[in-house]
């Protein structure tokens, strides 16, 4: 971890000087995470506010009674209607299907399937499933799997924060975004996590100049 935050912090003393200031960076690996549970939770969440997915996740998990985890195949066999009923689109219910059956076939590896590949075929692989995009996956990529070199150039915190630190009026495109982040390989999961808190931390005296 530290050689990561070092590696990160010499690529500019702007970066350095953010990273004294944030919440030290301290993403881990869930190794609990299942990808099937993950990703359901990922489709209830799209477009809503926390609270609102929350509630709607929490009836979904209640069909099935007390169970720690989701079964794959009794979703598949959920009739639609109960679903709709709590409260999940038409377009999240056909999404959170597709998850169950493509779990069932073997695309959405299995935990222990999932640890061992490369981050780019996760990515291929999970983004085959209806309503998942290539951001939810680098969100599981860093959050869940605790990837160390993943940079998610579509990400707006994570653009807004480079912004603020480097002193930009303007965001990056993601081609520019994806160049620019080269030079923090291979660690810029680390990049990113400090770009977010960018957000959350005091401008320096020399930021607030120039990005002002």
């Known amino acids: 971890m530290k050689k990561a935050i070092d ?6 003393p702007r970066f350095a000087a953010l990273i004294k200031r944030a919440r030290r960076f301290d993403l881990v690996a869930n190794k609990l995470v299942r990808p099937f549970d993950a990703l359901a939770e990922s ?3 799209q477009q809503l506010s926390g609270k609102a997915a929350a509630t709607i996740f929490g009836r979904v998990r209640a069909l099935y009674g007390k169970r720690k985890w989701l079964d794959p195949e009794l979703v598949l066999k959920t009739p639609d209607e109960k679903l709709r009923a709590c409260g ?10 597709d998850l169950a059956a493509k779990t069932l076939d073997g ?3 299995a935990r222990r399937e999932l640890l061992r590949m490369a981050d780019e075929e996760i990515i291929e692989r999970l983004t085959s499933v209806r309503g998942i995009g290539r951001w939810t996956v680098e969100m599981l990529l860093l ?9 998610p150039v579509a990400d707006y915190g994570v653009q807004k924060g480079f912004a ?6 303007k965001l990056p495109t993601t081609k520019q975004f994806a160049r620019i982040g080269e030079k923090w390989r291979p660690y810029r999961s680390v ?7 960018a957000l959350d931390a005091p401008k320096t005296a020399e930021t607030k100049s120039r990005f002002d």
């Open 7 to 12: 590696h990160v912090a010499k690529s500019d």
């Open 164 to 169: 603020k630190t480097f002193g930009r009026r």
């Open 143 to 151: 959050f869940e799997l605790g990837r160390l070199d993943v940079w």
């Open 107 to 109: 695309t959405v590896p």
């Open 191 to 197: 990049a990113a996590w400090y770009f977010w808190r």
């Open 88 to 97: 999940l689109s038409r377009s999240k219910t056909a999404a959170l299907k």
């Open 43 to 45: 489709i209830a969440y």
